[in-house]
T-cell receptor
Framework: GAGVSQSPRYKVTKRGQDVALRCDPI?????LYWYRQALGQGPEFLTY????????KSGLPNDRFSAERPEGSISTLTIQRTEQRDSAMYRC????????????FGEGSRLTVL | EDQVTQSPEALRLQEGESSSLNCSYT??????LFWYRQDPGKGPEFLFT???AGEEKEKERLKATLTKKESFLHITAPKPEDSATYLC????????????FGQGTELSVKP
């Protein structure tokens, strides 16, 4: 596709369940980023990859959160044993070059934990 | 602690009424300052990159400027379609691709 694609767009789950959010970046983009955005706030950095290598995971809130990009393209953000505080919009972005700051964002995945 | 702060949180303008949005940054070493526009329900859309104090970038009714402590997004004669949330973000040396975003300014332009 022409843009960054995220799925699912909406996910409702029960507390304690695991969820996986998928991101398909723009073809050929080197870097892929995960952010979390609360209503009325700017995006908060979670982690990013250059190709398949995870460069920085300092923004992941705790060890229930993990991300992978095994073939340097599609990425999955996994949240284990979800809690209500995990409810948020999760946004994926990609950039043509590493650490460019010029990101292309997807439409996001809205996660609601009941 | 590296921080980006935007003001005001919300701004209401009449069509044609020019104004400026502020982005203050306190970071250890600025590599680049970025402006994004975000429409409701959408992801942020890149607008500008500024790298050094004194630099300016323009696009239609928008002009972004940078000093050593802050950046401004000037909106000249805005139109209702300029209504959106404007986000600024900093890229910092030795922190790779990690962008630190401000909380955004919600701009509303009334006809």
């Amino acid at each position: 596709g022409a843009g960054v694609s995220q799925s699912p767009r909406y996910k409702v789950t029960k507390r304690g369940q695991d969820v996986a959010l998928r991101c398909d970046p723009i073809s050929g983009h080197v870097s892929l980023y995960w952010y979390r955005q609360a209503l009325g706030q700017g995006p908060e950095f979670l982690t990013y990859f250059n190709y398949e290598a995870q460069q920085d995971k300092s923004g992941l809130p705790n060890d229930r959160f993990s991300a992978e990009r095994p073939e340097g393209s599609i990425s999955t953000l996994t949240i284990q044993r979800t809690e209500q505080r995990d409810s948020a919009m999760y946004r994926c972005a990609s950039s043509l070059q590493g650490a460019s700051g010029e990101l292309f964002f997807g439409e996001g995945s809205r996660l609601t934990v009941l | 602690e590296d921080q980006v702060t935007q003001s005001p949180e919300a701004l209401r303008l009449q069509e044609g009424e020019s104004s400026s949005l502020n982005c203050s940054y306190t970071v250890s070493g600025l590599r680049g300052l970025f402006w994004y526009r975000q429409d409701p329900g959408k992801g942020p859309e890149f607008l500008f990159t500024l790298y050094s104090a004194g630099e300016e970038k323009e696009k239609e009714r928008l002009k972004a400027t940078l000093t050593k402590k802050e950046s401004f997004l000037h909106i000249t004669a805005p139109k209702p379609e300029d209504s959106a949330t404007y986000l600024c973000a900093s890229l910092i040396y030795n922190q790779g691709g990690k962008l630190i975003f401000g909380q955004g300014t919600e701009l509303s332009v009334k006809p």
